[in-house]
């Protein structure tokens, strides 16, 4: 990655961030657990909670199915405490605290510190709880010898001062051994006392940092005195525990990670005379933790944020800023083939283009809003700035530009051009960050739908026009279910003897009224890769059906043609057994090869990979199916598919043939047609025939064959008649 990246999106690859948790858990003696509020059961338990209750994971979950499950482990002296604390998870959206015993399957208890606060659903409803347990029998034990420590202190100082001081001097002694320092707080005189070895550890000597009123104020940091203070105060009114980690400040400006715990001291008159306790170094774990969340926050590869960091900031992100910018939203860049990188190049030569893309949009987008990889070639920008509407649309056209500039890489050079949807954030507009990705997702596809390289901007209509999309998706997987899809066929003459030449398998989607709706009102349907080769799947092996049936009843059908759509092709690319299967399942109905016609649109030529489809449709060929290119004149380089791909067929488009006697222009392009086919030695089939007239023209022109409603409709399979007779 280029070092302006890994300055402003450090990456690590120590280890997996799975692993580095369980390491952070087992380090620091913590567990970790779900709770459903709605079935009153746990829904997970970390490995490291487990073992602090002397089980399996498995043996936990099968246990903790209800509160007063879970109580069986709470020692019987804490348990109606853990039942008044842990019912408040189900009442507060505040954390909850508690300290109580586990009782250890096998024998044994534990201390633990138990942290836990719940998900409230918007209706207020309590949906889950999660939260921490630490095991503090060691500090218990560290707390409760020194509050023993300090109530002795107070006897022996009447008593014996000699016998205090030996004592004090042992502890601090075990302490020194321990790796950790002793803190003190005198309430009546405001006196700080801080051990030596902790003084050293912040490079200062007791001359430097004497005992006295204003030590601890020094050495805090200053970022961390308030809540410092808040943690004092809170222990002192409420006796909350007091237990926070914060930083301490080494005399060169060091900052130290410590662990602060303590406890205060009460007279008689329940009036806290001193507070003290222990600190300890926990650097290397906030290192640890602070790693953890990096993995957890940022894209591995291009070291951007990831998606679940996005979905936690960007509604704080868009309402900050919502109030003193002109334009804030959301973009979505997905990039346009960029799957052909990855297939023709592999997986490194995708991620290094991956790593070059993400250091263009970050040097692009600078303190506009923030970069984040959402995931595969898909990347997003909250954005906020003071440009007008227009000027944000033309800001991102731009970014467009850069992201199309070459890429080097191994000696070759990679373009990649995106597609890109805006959405902009009203002011007045309630929408939370999953709406606005929703809609921006529409105005990409929408980009793509234009062809790609495009921006375009989330409108209503692309919403109803979504809507009506999925509607109609879900109808035609109905249909397909209710088996409603119905086969017509319409009959193609030989235009000079007008006798039948033979059919086109035309569908049609049968209402529950029973009348027939043609594909043009669910053009859609064909544009999805997984119903468009099912739809097609039952119109080749209807269709193939039919013409047997009419064989074994003795009809001269001569051949059923039916269409393939490019969704269909670009999923039978790697398909290398669909020629040979389609030429079996043929063969098992009892047809030749000359009874089947395989008709294609240009659409599926314009691809990167049309040498692919090219080489589908020469198998078909080789095998003795008859190719025809359909719809032709209408696409956008007809001459150069006609030249460099072989058919049999050229399907002259209907739009020529209706204005053709009134249009000398479409007269001129189908007289042009006809003699160029002729001279490649190809045949025409003309379509939409309606009148004698069109019919006398063509012929004239010697078109070969022809298909229209002069001719005859499409009608189901069994409602087809057979004649010797001529068709017109």
Not at 246 to 254: A, F, T
Not at 469 to 488: D, G, M, P, Q
Not at 527 to 533: Q, T
Request: hydrophobic share 40%.
């Amino acid at each position: 990655m280029d070092d302006k990246v890994s300055k402003i999106y450090p990456i690590q690859t120590l280890r997996r961030p799975g692993e580095l948790f369980e390491e952070v858990e087992a380090l620091a003696g913590i567990g970790y657990w779900e709770w459903d509020e709605v079935t009153d059961s746990c829904i997970y338990c970390s490995e490291q909670l487990a073992r602090m209750h002397g089980v399996t994971v498995d043996e936990f979950m099968r246990r903790a199915t209800s509160m007063d499950a879970d109580l069986k482990w709470v020692h019987p002296e804490d348990r109606e405490h853990y039942r008044t604390q842990t019912s408040r998870l189900s009442q507060t959206k505040n954390v909850v605290e508690l300290e109580y015993r586990i009782l250890k399957t096998g024998g044994g208890d534990l201390f633990v510190r138990e942290r836990g606060v719940a998900i409230v659903g918007d209706d207020g409803t309590h949906l889950r709880s999660y939260g921490f347990i630490q095991d503090i029998t060691s500090l218990k034990s560290a707390e409760n010898a020194l509050r023993d420590l300090h109530q002795r202190q107070e006897e022996i100082l009447e008593q014996r001062t000699k016998a205090l001081r030996l004592s004090e001097e042992r502890y601090a002694f075990a302490i020194m051994g321990a790796s950790q320092g002793v803190w003190e707080w005198d309430l009546n005189n405001e006196h700080n006392y801080l051990s030596e070895q902790w003084k050293l550890r912040l490079g200062y000597t007791e001359e430097s940092l004497p005992n006295a009123p204003g030590l601890f104020i020094k050495i805090v940091h200053p970022e961390d005195r308030e809540n410092v203070e808040k943690a004092f105060q809170a222990h002192l009114k409420h006796r909350a525990p007091f237990d926070l980690s914060l930083r301490l400040l080494h005399k060169n400006g060091e900052e130290i990670w410590v662990r602060a715990l303590g406890h205060a001291v009460w007279n008689d008159a329940s009036r806290a005379t001193k507070m003290g306790g222990t600190i300890s170094d926990i650097s290397e774990y906030r290192k640890l933790l602070d790693r953890a969340q990096y993995y957890a926050e940022r894209d591995q590869l291009t070291g951007l944020y990831n998606r679940h960091y996005f979905m936690r900031i960007a509604d704080d992100l868009l309402y900050k800023s919502s109030s003193n910018c002109q334009s804030c939203g959301v973009a979505i860049i997905d990039l346009d083939d960029f799957k052909e990188i990855n297939d023709c190049h592999g997986h490194p030569a995708g991620d290094s283009t991956l790593i070059v893309l993400a250091e263009r949009l970050v040097e692009y987008i600078g303190d506009t809003g923030i970069v984040i990889r959402l995931g595969g070639d898909e990347f997003a920008v909250v954005f906020s700035t003071h440009l007008s509407w227009a000027e944000t649309i033309e800001y991102f056209r731009s970014l467009l530009e850069e992201v199309s500039k070459p890429i080097p890489w191994e000696g070759f050079m990679f373009e990649c051009s995106a597609s890109l949807g805006l959405v902009k954030k009203a002011q007045a507009n309630g929408s939370d960050v999953n709406t606005l990705l929703q809609q921006a997702d529409l105005a990409v596809y929408d980009a793509k739908a234009a062809g790609g390289n495009a921006v375009r901007c989330y409108s209503e209509a692309l919403l109803t026009a979504a809507m009506n999309r999925t509607n109609t998706l879900n109808s035609a997987r109905r249909a397909l279910t209710e088996e409603r899809f119905v086969l017509c066929f319409q009959p193609k003459a030989n235009l000079q003897s007008q006798k039948l030449a033979g059919f086109e398998a035309l569908l049609r989607l049968s209402n529950e009224d029973g009348t027939l709706v043609p594909p043009s009102s669910y053009s859609e349907v064909f544009e999805d890769s997984v119903l468009a080769r099912r739809i097609g799947e039952l119109v080749r092996l209807r269709a193939i059906e039919q013409a047997s049936s009419w064989l074994k009843a003795g009809h001269d059908f001569g051949h059923i043609a039916f269409n393939m759509s490019p969704p269909e092709f670009q999923a039978y690319q790697r398909d290398a057994q669909f020629v040979d299967r389609l030429m079996e399942a043929i063969s098992n109905a009892g047809l030749k090869p000359s009874h089947i016609q395989v008709e294609v649109t240009e659409d599926v030529l314009l691809t990167r990979k049309r040498e692919n489809v090219s080489s589908i449709l020469r198998h078909l060929r080789e095998n003795g199916i008859t190719v025809a290119l359909d719809d032709f004149g209408t696409g956008h380089a007809s001459l150069l598919h006609l030249k460099e791909t072989e058919f049999d067929l050229v399907k002259l488009d209907v739009s020529f043939v209706r204005s053709m006697l009134t249009s000398d222009v479409d007269m001129a392009i189908v007289e042009t047609i006809a003699k160029l086919t002729a001279k490649l030695g190809k045949q025409i089939v003309a379509e939409g025939i309606e009148t004698q007239e069109q019919l006398a023209a063509l012929q004239d022109l010697g078109v070969a064959f022809g298909q229209g409603f002069l001719i005859g409709h499409p009608v189901p399979g069994d409602a087809v008649g057979f004649s010797s007779n001529a068709l017109f």
